[in-house]
């Protein structure tokens, strides 16, 4: 998630140039924020802000409309959601196996620049399985704050949504992972 503003100001630093090193900063007014639904409620998991602030150190390499990263890289503390409830919050990082597996990564690849809309290809890996996605995002220069919407499927991972009472209340296997990012470079 925070790729994916990593990518946008990449971009932006990266016209004119064939290939440069940047380092560029997430800072903590950035927000990642899970949503899901069960058959009952809908429910929200944010992220802890105060573990989002990273460094990051990206080789880019501007290929036509395409610019490539390396280094772009992101580890997600898998306890390091709250879902404002307790259970939920419980159940959340079952559902993520936070005991064996706890890092989320996500590593921005690359970002497309061809169409009106930014798009970027990330890798992410969830619970040891890792899937590719190519996410639009948003990008405004003015303020460095990169928006974007991930959808994916948690069967896709191996992972299983839970079940409770006896069944009766069965939560979606679709998610939605919304990030809303502020970068300093």
């Not at 899901?36 to 989002?52: D, L, Q």
Request: proline residues 2%.
């Amino acid at each position: 998630m925070r790729a994916i503003h990593v990518i946008v100001v990449c971009i932006l630093l990266s016209f004119g140039f064939s290939k440069n090193q940047t380092k560029v900063k997430i800072t903590n007014k950035s927000e990642v924020i899970i949503k899901g639904k069960s058959n009952v409620n809908s429910f929200e998991c944010k992220y802890n802000s105060e573990f989002i602030e990273k460094d990051l150190h990206v080789s880019i390499t501007r290929n036509n409309s395409k610019i490539l990263l390396e280094g772009a890289k992101l580890e997600i503390k898998s306890t390091g959601f709250d879902c404002a409830h307790k259970m939920i919050t419980k159940d959340f990082k079952s559902i993520l196996k936070a005991d064996d597996y706890p890092h989320i990564e996500i590593n921005v690849i690359e970002i497309n620049t061809a169409k009106e809309n930014i798009t970027t290809k990330l890798h992410v890996k969830i619970a040891g399985t890792e899937k590719e996605y190519i996410v639009p995002a948003t990008y405004n220069q003015s303020n460095g704050n990169v928006k974007g919407l991930l959808k994916l499927n948690i069967k896709d991972f191996k992972l299983k949504s839970p079940k409770k009472l006896l069944g009766m209340v069965v939560v979606n296997d679709n998610v939605e992972i919304c990030f809303n990012l502020f970068l300093q470079y």
